[in-house]
Structure formats: structure tokens, C-alpha cells
């Protein structure tokens, strides 16, 4: 069911560099006008978030490849994935995000769970564990 029926690629690249929905809104705003160069404020107001959540989102976004900054103060980011590859899987990703829009939610949402659900459930062993000795 965490596949949500999306694609591989699709989840691949979610697994590796989509965290929030905040971040996947960014990437996709940057992919459709990415004729243009973008300050955070300017994706800030187009998105309705924080300057300094959107500075944060380009930054990682840059940081692993898919946008370019430029040295300008303030600087300014435009759309530009480093391989093919993540430009396929971001174009498939538009595509299927416009699509299945609450399983991409969905999918991107079950992927931290796992991680704290597996965690909540290793002290949940652990005091069932230390919970028998004390009776």
C-alpha cells in the first residue's frame, strides 16, 4: 500500500530527494517556469510559505543536484537537474503528481513514518521486555 501504485523511478527519486510536500511544491514550481531564476522570497510568495522555509527547500534542492544557484545577493535558483536521469524521473514525477496527486502525498508521508514507527516499535519491545522482570 506505500507504493500508492506509483511508478518506480517515481518512487525512487521521492525516497532519495522529496522529505515534504513543501520540497516537491518548490522542485515542480521551479520545473514549470524554469525559464526564470528564483528567489526564495519570490517562491515564498508563490507558494504561500516562509522565506526562509523556501530558501531552506532551494539550498537542499541544489545541494543534491536538481536546481542551480546563482552568486547573485540575494541569490537566486533555476531548474536544472545535474543528470538525465533525475530529469526523466522529475518529468515522470509532474506527470504523476498531477495524476495521483494524494497517492504521491501519501507515499511521500509514509516514508518517515515507517522509519518512526520502526523506531517507536524497538522501545515498545524493549519495555514489554524490561516490564516482565519487574512483576
Do not use: C
Amino acid at each position: 500500500m506505500s507504493d500508492a501504485g506509483l511508478p518506480p523511478r517515481v518512487q525512487r527519486f521521492i525516497t532519495t530527494h522529496i522529505d515534504s510536500l513543501e520540497k516537491l511544491e518548490v522542485l515542480l514550481l521551479l520545473r514549470a517556469r524554469s525559464d526564470r531564476e528564483w528567489k526564495a522570497s519570490e517562491v515564498s510568495l508563490e507558494l504561500r510559505i516562509t522565506d526562509i522555509s523556501a530558501a531552506a527547500r532551494l539550498a537542499d534542492l541544489a545541494a543534491h543536484g536538481l536546481l542551480v544557484v546563482n552568486g547573485g545577493n540575494p541569490p537566486a535558483w533555476r531548474y536544472s537537474p545535474s543528470s538525465s536521469e533525475d530529469v526523466q524521473a522529475v518529468t515522470e514525477l509532474a506527470g504523476v503528481y498531477g495524476a495521483k496527486r494524494v497517492s504521491v502525498i501519501t507515499f511521500i508521508f509514509s516514508r518517515p513514518l515507517d522509519k518512526v514507527r520502526g523506531f517507536a516499535d524497538a522501545f515498545v519491545f524493549k519495555k514489554d521486555k524490561d516490564g516482565g522482570g519487574h512483576g
